[in-house]
């Protein structure tokens, strides 16, 4: 089975600080995907990679950055965390040439 | 990308088909189909997907209508376990990469309840 791991399921930071959210897959995936969930927003797409040290801008890309040194590894960075960056953080995965897009557990951000 | 038109929730007797119904009204000749699902605190899964063709595998069944402009998942036999969220979506692939490289918009879904 693919598995897409996340670093914590749940985090609590304060204002301004750094913070690293680290998604790994164990599939030799092409692609990877960070998304935010929020209540009544549904999925958002922040940044995508589809090679390493690639990255694409998604629909909500401020206030956010990336990190892909590795195939396996994606990295999202808030460089100074804020409350409206509370959230549900996603991570996927999908080869290059299929259409499924395989899901890790989510980390539950609180910025307080 | 072509707008969804989901209920916002169902119920369904376990062991019966559940059919969740997906209205794409103003879908493209190349875009796809897709369903997923979010069990409560897990991340999304991928179900099936279709552009034009009914679609079937170990999890579901997908039928399309021939104007593509509605679907219908089917779980033919619904346990406890397939309460959840289910999202349907409609995509281009990119052409970069194959449609891999697509990142994916959810809508807010049907809240699929199975009871006992």
């Known amino acids: 089975d693919v598995k897409v791991t996340q670093s914590s399921r749940y985090l609590v930071k304060r204002t301004g600080e750094k913070v690293f959210l680290e998604c790994v897959q164990d599939?030799?995936?092409?692609?990877m995907f960070w998304y935010r969930q929020d209540p009544g927003l549904g999925l958002r797409l922040i940044y995508f990679?589809?090679?390493?040290?690639?990255?694409e801008k998604g629909d909500i890309p401020e206030g956010y950055s990336v990190s892909r040194e590795k195939k396996e590894r994606f990295s999202l960075i808030l460089e100074s965390a804020s409350t409206n960056q509370t959230s549900m953080y996603l991570c996927?995965?999908?080869?290059?040439?299929?259409?499924?897009?395989?899901f890790g557990p989510g980390t539950r951000l609180t910025v307080t | 990308d072509a707008k969804t038109t989901q209920p916002p929730s169902m119920d369904c007797a376990e062991g019966r088909a559940a059919n969740l119904p997906c209205n794409h009204s103003?879908?493209?000749?190349?875009?796809?189909v897709y369903w997923y699902r979010q069990i409560h605190s897990q991340g999304p899964q991928y179900i099936i997907h279709?552009?034009?063709n009914n679609e079937t595998n170990e999890m579901a069944s997908l039928i399309i209508t021939e104007d593509r402009k509605s679907s219908t998942l089917i779980l033919p036999h619904a346990t406890l376990r397939d309460t959840a969220v289910y999202y349907c979506?409609?995509?281009?692939?990119?052409?970069?990469?194959?449609?891999?490289?697509?990142?994916?918009?959810f809508g807010k879904g049907t809240h699929l309840i199975i009871q006992p």
């Open positions: 996927a995965s999908t080869p290059g040439s299929s259409y499924e897009q395989y």
């Open positions: 599939m030799d995936h092409e692609n």
């Open positions: 990679s589809y090679d390493v040290k690639m990255k």
């Open positions: 103003t879908i493209s000749g190349n875009e796809y």
């Open positions: 279709g552009l034009k």
């Open positions: 979506i409609v995509r281009t692939p990119d052409m970069y990469s194959g449609g891999g490289a697509d990142g994916l918009t």
